[in-house]
Structure formats: structure tokens, C-alpha cells
């Protein structure tokens, strides 16, 4: 049984695609607040984010929500069991409004007290519209919306089923300061209310830092670090493998 505040254990992860080995061996936990992952490109992070998803099949390990095995179940059960998910690129249906997409996160996660369960959920979604700042949005087509109010959108749609841990893949990528802000603030205050667990993939190290109380880091598939961000950024083989001495005084 894991601890209470740990949601998500990936134990011995190995990835392969025709004979390469994309993630070695991988093993860290998630609790409740944000956990950052960083790492070069090429490192195995989106990977290890579809590994746990159910979107590619691991050779080895396995992955847990709480105590509960997810290794052999397909994305949609994945979900249903409490687990949100975005891309680095929105998959939003296009015609359909802001709100039907919104909606769509709730596929499935509609109890046996089907009345009581629909209202509650209606309420959560217009809810993460109104945090979200989406709701002069909500009657127009997904595809109308600028990239940034897209991406908004999608982490609205993974938070929608009021999961138990979030994956965001490079939620800031192609993002400004202001949008930034936009996304990031509402979404504090969501993992504040309801007690989330988050593993954020970014490349912005100052949002990592400020956002995460831990993180890990990946290089060539393998876990070379994971631990507070002013411990871990300062460490020569994370510098060496990805951030650069200019930044190595990060936090």
C-alpha cells in the first residue's frame, strides 16, 4: 500500500520501439501537489507519459493509481480510473464548442446515480470554465480558438472527470508570459481545492521551480536525478546532460 499522499508509482519501466530501448528501467512516485519532469529532447519523456497512459505497452515494470495496477488497460479505462491526461499539441474535436469539448472529458465517469452524478458533473464543468476564464468561449468551435485558448481548453477537458493525477505535457510551450499566467494561477488554486497529484513535463525551468516541490529528470531513458529543484539543478551530471552552467543556480 503506498503512502496517502503518493498517487501514481511507476516501478521498473522499460519502453522499447524495434529493438531500441527508449526508457531503462524508470521508477519514481507522484503525490499530490505538481512533480516536474524535465530532461533533453530525445530523453523518453513523452513516453514515459503514454506508458503511463496506456498510449504505448512497456516491456517491463509496471504502473499504479494508489494500489491499483494500470499496466494492462487500455487510455479509456486509464482514464476512468482517475487519471487526466494533455498532449504538447491540443487533440481537440474541432467542430465542436469549447464546452461539448470540455464535456467530452467526462466520457464514461457518470456513476450508477445517473441524475445525481450528470449534475454534479455539469456543475463541475461550467465551474472550470468560469476558472479557467473560458466561458466567452464556450459556444464557439474548438477550432476558431488562438493556440493558447486551445491548450487552455484541454487541460479544462482533463480536469473535467475531477481525476486523481494529471499529466501535462509542456502545458507553456508556445505560450506568453500573460497566457502563461492564465493557465498556470487557476490551475494552482484547482490542485490546492481538490488535492491533485500532477506530473508536469516543461522546458520553462522557472515554472518548474516555482511550481514544483520535486523533480525528476530523464536522459537517455534513464532516471538520473529526482529530488527538490535547488538540490536537483545543481547537480553536474543534470547541468552536463541538459541545463547548461548558466542556469545551474537555479532555486
Known amino acids: 500500500m503506498p503512502p496517502a499522499d503518493v498517487r501514481l508509482t511507476v516501478e521498473d519501466l522499460v519502453v522499447g520501439f524495434g529493438g531500441n530501448t527508449v526508457l531503462q528501467g524508470v521508477s519514481f512516485s507522484v503525490a499530490r501537489g505538481f512533480t516536474g519532469l524535465i530532461g533533453p529532447n530525445g530523453a523518453g519523456k513523452t513516453t514515459l507519459l503514454n506508458a503511463i497512459s496506456g498510449y504505448v505497452s512497456p516491456t517491463r515494470g509496471r504502473v499504479l493509481l494508489g494500489d491499483r495496477p494500470l499496466t494492462s488497460l487500455r487510455p479509456h479505462r486509464i482514464a476512468r480510473r482517475g487519471l487526466g ?3 504538447q499539441t491540443p487533440r481537440l474535436v474541432p467542430e465542436l464548442t469549447v464546452w461539448e469539448n470540455v464535456m467530452l472529458g467526462l466520457d464514461g465517469h457518470i456513476g ?3 441524475k445525481r452524478s450528470h449534475v454534479v458533473s455539469l456543475v463541475r464543468v461550467e465551474e472550470l470554465l468560469r476558472q479557467l476564464d473560458l ?3 464556450r459556444d464557439h468551435p474548438a477550432a476558431s480558438l488562438p493556440f493558447s485558448s486551445q491548450k487552455v481548453v484541454e487541460v479544462a477537458r482533463a480536469l473535467a472527470a475531477d481525476p486523481l493525477v494529471v499529466l501535462l505535457d509542456e502545458p507553456a510551450a508556445g505560450l506568453g508570459p500573460a497566457e502563461v499566467e492564465r493557465l498556470i494561477e487557476p490551475l494552482k488554486r484547482r490542485v490546492e481545492e481538490r488535492g491533485l497529484a500532477v506530473l508536469i513535463v516543461e522546458h520553462d525551468i522557472e515554472l518548474v521551480t516555482r511550481l514544483c516541490s520535486r523533480i525528476v529528470v530523464l536522459d537517455f531513458g ?3 536525478a529526482d529530488g527538490a529543484p535547488a538540490q536537483v539543478l545543481r547537480l553536474p551530471h543534470v547541468v ?3 541545463l547548461g552552467a548558466g542556469v545551474a543556480a537555479v532555486g
Open 85 to 87: 491526461r494533455t498532449f
Open 112 to 114: 450508477w446515480d445517473r
Open 135 to 137: 466561458n466567452d468561449w
Open 222 to 224: 534513464q532516471l538520473i
Open 240 to 242: 552536463n546532460a541538459y
